[in-house]
C-alpha cells in the first residue's frame, strides 16, 4: 500500500504554509512528490492543506514569476491532484473558501 498518512502530510504543510511566497515553486515541487507518492486521497479533508498550499503558491507565482513555463508546471501539478481526487465537490467548496 503506497498512502502517507495524514499526520505527517498536516506536519509537512504546517512547514511549507509560512515559506510558501518565498520558495512557491520548491513547496509546488513538494506537493507534486507527495500526490505522486499518494496513489489516492482517502478522505476529503486531506485536501484542504494541499489546495490551499498549491492556490498560495500559484497566486505568489503569478504575481512574481509570469514565466509561461513556471505556471505551466505549477498547473500540472495542480492536476495530478486533481486526477488522484474523488472529492469534486470538495475541491470547487475550498477554491471558493480560498479565493474570499
Known sequence: MNYIDEDR??????????VAKDYPKE??????????E???FKYDSEL???????????????EFNAS???????????DKLLQ?????????KILK???N
Open 48 to 62: 484542504k492543506e494541499p489546495i490551499e498550499l498549491f492556490t498560495l503558491c500559484y497566486n505568489t507565482i503569478k
Open 97 to 99: 473558501e480560498v479565493e
Open 27 to 36: 513547496c509546488i515541487d513538494i506537493q507534486q512528490y507527495v500526490i505522486y
Open 9 to 18: 502530510l498536516h506536519s509537512l504543510y504546517h512547514y511549507l504554509f509560512p
Open 68 to 78: 509561461s513555463e513556471t505556471i505551466e508546471y505549477s498547473m500540472d501539478v495542480f
Open 84 to 92: 488522484k481526487s474523488n472529492f469534486k465537490i470538495e475541491i470547487e
Open 38 to 40: 499518494k496513489k489516492k
